[in-house]
């Protein structure tokens, strides 16, 4: 029996302790280190996204209204190449990782192993309640009108939208923990599948879900987890981390930010565009972490992007978007409410040069493009989190990276640009978790990339090895042996020993025989 | 003591120097890192007498805990330094053509260092040399319990290196108290649990990132060893990581000994033997032992043993002089464990002897406690290293030795649960003071046009045959010869 009876009683700290002692009684039997284990639930993961696609779907729709291949296939394939990498690497990441050692512990050999942190909290944010990740392919069409050969060469890239839930249960299963799963309660259809998935497919024994909301999420924070993962905003990123102060429990945060994205003149606009609105509109509605959150572009440019974003925004979603079956809608009324008074505040409310409509029945906002807000409205001032695309103008494009570096470190920042002196400067001078040069938000799909923030944006990462070395302990162990003791290193302390040691200290042979020799 | 404001306008003037750029480049950190290998070749004299005055240590000890180590350390930065800077290539998986992957470290900005009072000048410019090679700007707050130490950082630090990125702040708890209130960009603190707790909670109204390095009770487990060198060298060893460093009073120090209680009366006998050859007839004299900080600490090692069961498992020494601050090597056998002493970290020369049954008890007996720091165990037998190794949990793991693992550069140094968070030491201090940013550099020549809505089956069904990399199913798509079919 898995995930919790929240009908029969509530999830209370009292449930929470007793939660979390059994599961430290599951871990302390060593049932989750093995290799055996971890490859067995990892591949649990895989077929519960094989044989239950249609159903996250489903949940999916009803909660957020994601179009079909918006979701489905990218959160189900993203969770499956998770699991895919992490069941192909696994035997590797678990193995010790032998380090050279110096004269200073002469004779000695040492590694370095991983080994689980032992039970985990893991809390999720709602807008990409199943996965996270994604890969995309590039294809060079010869051409599609004939019909030609065309060369696809698969990536890694892809459109991230994957369940935020379960990537980093990829990881923390792949490091040998016990893991508790506290999916978001505003995405309640997924949350209650993930609840009933993971019971069924799942070692139930380590493996758990509990679902509900502030008084849930509460009882658990009391409780003294081995590594508490959360992702979500910084404000809940706070409390989470304060809880964690209580009992030193160590913690990744993924939080968000505003992305910007640069756009310099001189560059295909078009394709440009095309993933930016991908990269934004294209992903839960602007409702992503990574999304592009504002655009920065010269005075010069600003009119000509203005045009080809409606343009490509229409060939996208039609001329009445609110219409379209390809754009998520708002996840709830409050987040609807927050959306609709950054558009329709004053200073801002003039400004709008594409889309602006909204319908409270469907919490359906069209795309927006706001051009020159000022810096001190509202919607410069949070993380957007929605269909909104304010663009500042600036006379000259550097005066850019002054305005990203005058706030908070976002989680990702991007530039669109063939200027080769203008990207070394953007890659070496702007911090954000991630950058991405000529497109956005896919170095999300990327294994090897490690994917987390700085700063406001967040402590921490994870994805591929990462996840795996984020839920993990890296221990020291040192080999030593009997033979060739030092005696030098005890007392009685002498000049003769003190001048050994500093030969010793300094790695030099020469010093060495020197002191040996009462010469130095 | 500044105002508050006066230390606002100090951070935020250290905040600006970085912000302009002054401490990225490799040049800079170089500088850094030989002016500190500078100060510890022509301040040596200076910092042995410090460490004399405020631990009445030995310079013999003081180097070679200490100045020595430190010397190793920023020689062993300086000649990776290059290597710790440079972008690393991320593997993309298949061939993706015009695309790059790398992770960039960056310096994280503006970072704290609390130190320890024990090793002031280790504990303190151990991370310096990390924070100073990832390039950031750094505010040290010594542990004002070795006052001398501090007063002599705060003296020298200014002269060898750039006094607009290094700031020395003394003072004591209230200082403190202020400093962890500032927004940082890192905190490395080393130091007590409960404080520890105390600096994440305040790291975490800014959503700081902490490394914590805090202590515990590192056992040491004694197995029967089957010749009588292994044994003289593993009873050195004890003694010497538990009296001859700071006199017990270090996180990595051996706390107790577990010992099987057939052999416990040759390990005793050759204990004694041997702290009398180690630390003489007079180790107060000789200095082969340094002294108890200060009169608080003093106390509380002195009513660890009032406590009349934990006194009358006294088989060793005992002595105390609380004028000149300094306990003699005591050794107790099996003292009860429900006492303060074998509760809390001791962090002073008194060495508890736990007997067993049988040594592998010992795996149960540390894990019924909490995660310490290190965790020694001196055994030819194999079996019994991979248990350690795989059952118990621990910052560190040592065979047949103790506290030699803090010399190693290429080891983490930290801990795990109660004994802390992060780590340190070699790569791995540059690594905790910076930030591995991800960085992807696409081209605008390849995109696919089914990568954008409007959405479709036809889109779809190639997507599921992408993700299978069902090359000729996408084939027959595209040319028609496939029906889209539904999910």
């Not at chain 2, 993700?467 to 029906?483: A, S």
Request: aromatic share 8%.
């Amino acid at each position: 029996m898995a995930g919790e009876d929240k009908k029969q009683q509530p999830f209370d700290s009292k449930a929470a302790s007793s939660l979390v002692a059994e599961l430290r009684g599951a871990f302390a039997s060593g049932t989750t280190r093995s290799y055996q284990w971890r490859e067995s639930q990892l591949r649990g993961l895989l077929r519960m996204t094989d044989e239950h696609e249609q159903d996250i779907t489903a949940a999916l729709r009803s909660d957020l209204g994601k179009p079909e291949l918006e979701s489905v296939l990218y959160e189900a394939a993203m969770l499956r190449n998770s699991c895919k990498f992490a069941l192909k690497e696994l035997q590797r990441w678990m193995m010790p990782e032998k380090v050279k050692t110096s004269l200073t512990t002469f004779p000695s050999s040492a590694e370095i192993v991983s080994e689980p942190l032992g039970v985990v909290l893991i809390i999720s944010a709602w807008n990409y309640p199943y996965c996270m990740r994604h890969f995309s392919f590039f294809i060079f069409p010869v051409s599609f009108a004939s019909f030609t050969i065309l060369f696809v060469v698969p990536t890694f890239f892809l459109h991230y939208l994957s369940v935020l839930s379960l990537d980093p249960v990829v990881g923390a299963i792949a490091a040998g923990n016990a893991v508790v799963l506290k999916p978001s309660e505003i995405a309640p259809a997924t949350s209650a599948l993930l609840a009933k998935l993971l019971g069924e497919y799942m070692d139930s024994s380590s493996i758990r879900v509990v679902e509900g909301a502030v008084p849930e999420t509460t009882a658990l924070l009391e409780q003294k987890w081995d590594k508490i993962f959360y992702t979500g905003n910084g404000r809940v990123g706070q409390i989470v981390m304060a809880a964690a102060a209580k009992h030193l429990t160590p913690v990744v945060l993924e939080l968000g930010g505003k992305s910007p994205v640069v756009v310099d003149s001189g560059i295909n606009l078009q394709i440009a565009c095309r993933r930016i609105i991908v990269g934004k509109w294209g992903n839960n509605n602007g409702q992503a972490c990574i999304a592009s959150d504002y655009i920065i572009t010269t005075k010069d440019l600003a009119p000509k992007l203005v045009d080809v974003l409606k343009n490509e925004l229409e060939t996208f979603y039609g001329k009445n978007p609110l219409e379209s079956k390809d754009l998520s809608r708002i996840v709830n009324s409050n987040h609807f409410t927050r959306l609709t008074k950054l558009l329709d505040e004053d200073k801002v409310s003039k400004k709008v040069v594409y889309g602006g409509e909204r319908d409270p029945t469907k919490l359906q906002i069209a795309p927006t493009i706001l051009l020159d807000v000022p810096r001190d409205s509202l919607i410069m001032n949070e993380e957007i989190f929605g269909p909104l695309l304010p663009i500042l103008t600036v006379d000259k494009l550097e005066e850019s990276f002054d305005i990203i570096k005058s706030g908070a470190k976002p989680l990702a920042a991007y530039i669109f640009t063939n200027d080769k002196k203008l990207k070394e400067h953007f890659v070496n001078n702007v911090s954000a978790g991630g950058l991405v040069v000529n497109d956005t938000t896919v170095h999300l799909a990327v294994h090897t990339l490690p994917f987390g923030g700085v700063g406001e944006s967040g402590i921490g990462a994870y994805h591929g090895k990462f996840s795996f070395d984020a839920f993990s302990h890296k221990k020291a162990v040192v080999y030593r042996s009997f033979m060739g003791d030092a005696a030098i290193r005890y007392p009685p302390y002498t000049n003769g020993k003190l001048r050994l040691m500093k030969a010793l200290l300094g790695g030099s042979i020469l010093g060495i025989l020197r002191a040996l020799f009462g010469r130095s | 003591m500044e105002t508050p404001g006066d230390l606002e306008v100090q951070l935020e003037g250290m905040r600006e120097y970085y912000r302009n750029g002054n401490t990225r480049g490799a040049s800079w950190r170089k500088s850094q890192l030989r002016g500190l290998c500078r100060l510890l070749k022509e301040r040596e004299a200076e910092m042995n007498a410090a460490l004399e005055c405020d631990l009445g240590k030995h310079p013999v000890e003081s180097y070679r805990d200490e100045i020595g180590s430190l010397i190793k350390s920023v020689n062993y930065a300086l000649g990776c330094l290059k290597g710790w800077m440079s972008a690393e290539k991320a593997r993309l998986p298949l061939a993706a053509a015009l695309t790059t992957a790398e992770i960039i470290p960056e310096p994280l900005g503006l970072v704290l260092i609390i130190s320890s009072w024990n090793f002031p000048f280790g504990l303190s410019l151990e991370p310096l040399i990390g924070a100073l090679a990832a390039g950031n700007v750094v505010v040290l707050k010594p542990s004002e319990v070795a006052p001398r130490c501090s007063s002599l950082l705060a003296d020298v630090l200014p002269a060898y290196l750039d006094p607009k990125a290094v700031k020395v702040v003394e003072g004591g708890p209230a200082v403190s108290e202020q400093l962890i209130q500032q927004k940082w960009d890192k905190i490395l603190f080393t130091g007590s649990a409960r404080v520890g707790r105390m600096v994440m909670a305040a790291a975490a109204n800014h959503l700081t990132p902490v490394t914590l390095e805090l202590g515990g009770k590192c056992p040491a487990v004694l197995d029967s060893l089957s010749n009588s060198w292994a044994r003289k060298v593993a009873v050195q060893r004890i003694l010497g990581s538990k009296f001859s460093a700071c006199a017990g009073q270090a996180c990595i120090a051996i706390d107790y000994v577990l010992v099987e209680t057939k052999f416990s009366s040759t390990l005793l006998e050759l204990m004694k033997v041997w702290i009398g050859k180690m630390l003489g007839e007079n180790p107060r004299e000789s200095r082969s032992m340094a002294r108890i900080v200060n009169k608080n600490h003093f106390s509380r090692l002195k009513t660890l043993l009032e406590d009349p069961n934990v006194k009358a498992s006294i088989v060793y020494g005992g002595s105390m002089d609380e004028n000149s601050l300094f306990i003699e090597p005591t050794i107790l056998l099996d003292p009860p464990l429900e006492s303060d002493l074998m509760q809390d970290e001791i962090f002073g020369p008194l060495l508890p002897i736990i007997t067993l049954k049988k040594i592998e008890d010992s795996i149960n007996f540390i894990n019924s406690r909490p995660k310490p720091l290190a965790i020694y165990a001196f055994t030819h037998n194999d079996s019994l290293r991979k248990r350690m190794v795989a059952e118990t949990s621990s910052g560190s793991v040592t065979f047949n030795d103790a506290m030699i693992q803090y010399m190693a550069d290429t080891l983490p140094f930290g801990g795990i649960g109660e004994s802390g968070m992060g780590n340190y030491h070699g790569k791995f201090s540059f690594d905790t003071f910076s930030h591995h940013k991800a960085v992807l550099r696409r081209s605008f020549l390849v995109d696919f046009w089914f990568r954008f809505p409007p959405w479709n089956d036809h889109k779809l069904q190639l997507f599921r045959s992408m993700y299978l990399f069902d090359y000729l199913g996408v084939l027959l798509t595209v040319l028609g010869l496939r029906k889209s079919k539904q999910g």
